[in-house]
């Protein structure tokens, strides 16, 4: 596959799970807007480290308190362990 097209499919998912991470909650607008400048700044410049892309995503969906209002129905998330 030519380098230009896989550029471009990993930066289509990126910004697929990205969308889906903000309508979900999981992340905020703001977020994921610095996750996709980054991503098209990593693609941009190719650089091809030990991380790729997708791996960026991991530390911001861990983000304990969404910005986005949860639906309504849902249940809330148990809270963490605490000592």
Not at 39 to 58: E, F, H, I, V
């Amino acid at each position: 596959m030519p380098p230009k097209l896989t550029k471009t499919i990993i930066g289509a998912v990126i910004a697929v799970a990205l969308a889906a991470a903000v309508s979900y909650g999981v992340i905020s607008q703001q977020t994921a807007d610095q996750i996709q400048t980054k991503a098209n700044q990593t693609l941009q410049t190719d650089q091809t480290g030990s991380n790729p892309a997708p791996q960026q995503l991991q530390p911001a969906t861990q983000d304990p308190s969404p910005q986005a209002p949860r639906q309504p129905g849902a249940s809330p998330q148990p809270p963490g362990p605490r000592q």
